[in-house]
């Protein structure tokens, strides 16, 4: 009797954890649906701004390829152009300037077939260097790989990641050989154009490690930041990265998680390319000035 009380008390209770996590996400979902970009819907500022910062990235992400095409973006341009039309008068001018040297750069590239020249900032401190100077990296040195006593020693300093109650629910997979590779990236979207992976790393979140309706997103959190610690380790011991998105739905996670045998509790993070660079420039990808990050 006291074990069919016990049965009915956790089928009860995991009932109401279920349905409260279930009415959480649905919450997400919602206000997800009302600020996000819709592709037929007129932008706000933000979102357009968001659009132009994207539209540039391309642009500059294409210049940093060991290989770009040539000639290349014209539609990119075109709606870049529009974007400014639309939204130049209210996005920050610092924007304006990069798309504007963007558009050179591509012109540069397309019509004399040259690359644009290394920018970015001066770190002012040695602390400030590694913080400053890191940059996603699309062009590697074949055949440089980290050797495994590398590869632990840069895991190691990527765990020294906060993550809540030192959780550590962070997986990393390694993958050196090109076939596999490419048989994984084919659920990826943005690695089109690095044709050198000397390591590719699959980071993910071990789900089991948390609890209850208010943790429902805390994998993200923690399996990002473990991911930014993880770029700063791979720079610190002189390799450069790139990370590459695993922005999916569900059923494209299922496949990725098919085809790499990752157990159904793991939430996939991020791709993560390794390897030594080749000496192509990186994109110059600009920051914004704090002011349009800081609020008062
Ligand atoms: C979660 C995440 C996913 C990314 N995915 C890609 C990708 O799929 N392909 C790519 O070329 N770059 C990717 N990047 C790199 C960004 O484009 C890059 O971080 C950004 O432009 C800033 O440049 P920086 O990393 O050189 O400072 C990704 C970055 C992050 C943080």
């Known amino acids: 009797m006291r074990r069919l009380v016990l049965w009915v008390v956790a089928g009860v209770g995991s009932v109401l954890l279920g349905s409260s996590i279930v009415v959480e996400s649905l919450r997400d979902a919602f206000r997800r649906m009302r600020f996000f970009a819709h592709p037929h819907h007129q932008k706000n500022r933000i979102q357009g701004q968001a659009q132009l910062q994207k539209d ?33 008068a209210v996005v920050p001018v610092e924007l304006l300037a990069q798309a504007e040297r963007a558009l050179e750069d591509r012109l540069q590239w397309n019509e004399h077939g040259i690359r644009p020249g290394p920018v970015g900032t001066k770190p002012e401190r040695e602390g400030e260097t590694i913080l400053s100077t890191r940059r996603s990296v699309r062009s590697f040195v074949e055949g440089e790989v980290p050797t495994a006593q590398e590869l632990e020693k840069i895991i190691e300093l990527a765990a020294w990641a906060p993550s809540v109650s030192n959780t550590q629910s962070w997986r990393v997979r390694q993958y050196r050989d090109p076939g596999k590779q490419d048989e994984l990236l084919a659920h990826q979207d943005g690695h089109v154009g690095i044709d050198v992976i000397p390591l590719l790393l699959l980071v993910s979140s071990d789900i089991r490690s948390f609890v209850g309706p208010h943790e429902r997103n805390q994998m993200w959190i923690d399996g990002g930041i473990f991911l930014q610690q993880l ?3 791979i720079e610190s011991q002189g390799f450069a990265s790139c990370p590459m ?26 791709f993560v390319a390794l390897g030594r660079p080749s000496g192509i420039n990186p994109a110059d990808s600009p920051r914004l000035r704090p002011d349009n990050f800081l609020l008062d």
Do not use: M, W
Request: net charge positive.
């Open 231 to 233: 770029l700063l380790a």
């Open 245 to 270: 998105n695993f922005s999916a739905t569900n059923a494209q996670a299922n496949r990725l998680r098919k085809a790499a045998s990752i157990p159904a509790y793991e939430e996939i993070i991020c």
């Open 56 to 88: 540039v990235h391309l642009l500059e992400r294409a210049l940093s390829l060991p290989e770009p095409r040539r000639p290349f973006g014209a539609v990119v341009t075109q709606r870049i152009l529009q974007t400014i039309e639309d939204f130049g």
